[in-house]
């Protein structure tokens, strides 16, 4: 069973620009979460999508945005990129999000503002 | 908030059992305790996770005391590949059905030859 795969893995970008990310999620499974990681910050929830809908948001600023599809492939946004947004961004996906059932993380893609 | 204490570091011998302890003395009853690990440059690993009984799997397992305030991570027989920062993570309701992983400092485990 394939597992999260995201992309890019890698991205460069400079400051003011904007970004999409793209996350597949394990077949079968309907709720997406994202996560930032910085190394002062650590691990921080964004968002997680279930259904195409936005069920849940961190304390991240409306610059961070996302959505879901119907086939449930996910994609976050950040707009007028700043300095502070250079981290992993990582993305899980779980059956339908529930506390019983465990997320599944892809590896990742690494942003870097200039 | 996490709702962990983890040791900040822990050495173990390769081909020893690792013994990761986590205290989580607020958990609430319907609450489960999670582990996961990450190695550098990669994302988190599932690992493991329990609610009151002990749970084993082919990577590990968990031992929950019976209070539940607190358990422990297994790794039978530990192997280079086993360095790694470990999660212990309490998922707790964050609204609207949904339940995030709220991960804390984590415990750097190195295996060493």
């Known amino acids: 069973k394939a597992g999260v795969t995201q992309t890019p893995r890698y991205l460069i970008k400079t400051r003011g620009q904007q970004v999409t990310l793209s996350c597949s999620p394990i077949?079968?499974?309907?709720?997406v979460s994202w996560y930032q990681q910085t190394p002062g910050q650590g691990l921080q929830f964004l968002f997680e999508?279930?259904?195409?809908?936005?069920?849940n948001k961190g304390n991240f600023p409306g610059r961070f945005s996302g959505r879901q599809f119907s086939n449930s492939r996910s994609e976050m946004n950040v707009s007028t990129l700043e300095l502070g947004d250079s981290a992993l961004y990582l993305c899980a996906s779980s059956l339908n999000g529930q506390p019983n059932q465990p997320q599944h993380f892809g590896d990742g893609t690494r942003l870097s503002i200039l | 908030d996490a709702k962990t204490t983890q040791p900040t570091s822990m050495d173990c011998a390769e081909g020893r059992a690792a013994n990761l302890p986590c205290n989580h003395s607020?958990?609430?009853?319907?609450?489960?305790v999670y582990w996961y690990r990450q190695i550098h440059s990669q994302g988190p690993q599932y690992i493991i996770h329990g609610l009151k009984n002990n749970e084993t799997n082919e990577m590990a397992s968990l031992i929950i005391t019976e209070d539940r305030k607190s358990s422990t991570l297994i790794l039978p027989h530990a192997t280079l590949r086993d360095t790694a920062v470990y999660y212990c993570i309490v998922r707790v309701a964050s609204g609207a059905g949904s339940y995030q992983l709220t991960f804390g400092k984590g415990t750097k485990l190195s295996v060493i030859p």
């Open positions: 607020t958990i609430s009853g319907n609450e489960y």
């Open positions: 077949s079968g499974h309907r709720s």
């Open positions: 999508y279930f259904s195409e809908t936005q069920r």
